[in-house]
């Protein structure tokens, strides 16, 4: 199974690598962010439901929104009685596929397997529809498995789910050519996931992810570098275009305007 370079890094210098996923941290801030949202309540009305026992205050949600300790299944568990539906955000395969840490094939199939369904015997993605005013809440049939210009056309976190779970599979497969391929596309994808309510504030925390899992691949750290500056101001732009076919045209070219890359490439002379 291979291991990033932080990993062996960690192992190296003989220390144990920290039991907090960046990503775990990332899914439990989502997670209370869309009860805070959706289920019209503030952070002292979340506190007072939850942590109050005995009489006395655990402060656990205050070291939630911290980070400094992660939300169990069993805690989701409880809250969703309280907040109907709301453990489906924490659920979501993302936040899986962004943990920093070797993730199997099978296990990586098995992640994604309710979004995929197979039609002329081919593998395609089947996900609900995006729902964004700028690219008109058009629909999107299936498309197949590799086709990530459609996933990134989606601009939604289907989309970007699906990229990201084909760089972990080119991870697992040890297929360095497709994990370049994929994190370029990935980054594209990224403000897609990130103009979502629930991710534009913690869009940092969700680019650090990103980059932990492109960093797990040599030939990917030394080819590709993501912009962040380009990344940020895509996720915070009055709009952003993601769908070709709804881009103006360029008046010279006529060909429709292309969304700037938010990567560079290494060049070699």
Not at 203 to 218: F, G, P, Q, S
Request: aromatic residues 10%; charged residues 30%; positive net charge.
């Amino acid at each position: 199974m291979r291991h990033s370079i932080k990993e062996r890094l960690y192992h190296l210098m003989k220390k144990r690598t920290p039991s907090k996923d960046e990503a775990e941290i990332l899914r439990n801030k989502v997670w209370l962010e869309n009860i805070l949202q959706n289920h019209g309540v503030g952070r002292k009305e979340l506190s007072r439901l939850i942590d109050m026992k005995g009489g006395e205050s655990t402060r656990t949600v205050s070291r939630w929104f911290q980070g400094t300790h992660a939300a169990k299944q069993k805690h989701v568990k409880e809250v969703a009685k309280i907040f109907e539906g709301s453990e489906l955000f924490y659920e979501l395969p993302v936040f899986r596929l962004l943990m920093n840490k070797p993730i199997r094939k099978a296990e990586l199939t098995k992640i994604v397997a309710p979004y995929i369904s197979k039609i002329a015997e081919l593998q395609c993605w089947v996900f609900p529809d995006p729902c964004h005013p700028e690219n008109k809440d058009l629909p999107f049939p299936p498309c197949f498995i590799n086709d990530t210009e459609t996933l990134i056309e989606r601009g939604d976190i289907y989309g970007f789910t699906a990229i990201i779970y084909l760089v972990r599979l080119a991870e697992a497969e040890r297929n360095a050519l497709n994990h370049m391929q994929y994190i370029q596309c990935a980054y594209r994808a990224l403000p897609g996931l990130c103009r979502h309510p629930l991710f534009a504030k913690y869009w940092e925390e969700t680019l650090i992810c990103l980059k932990n899992i492109h960093y797990r691949e040599m030939t990917s750290i030394l080819l590709v570098r993501p912009i962040d500056a380009i990344i940020e101001k895509q996720i915070f732009s009055p709009e952003h275009i993601t769908r070709r076919l709804l881009r103006p045209r360029d008046p010279e070219t006529h060909r429709f305007t292309e969304l700037e890359t938010p990567y560079e490439l290494a060049e070699f002379h």
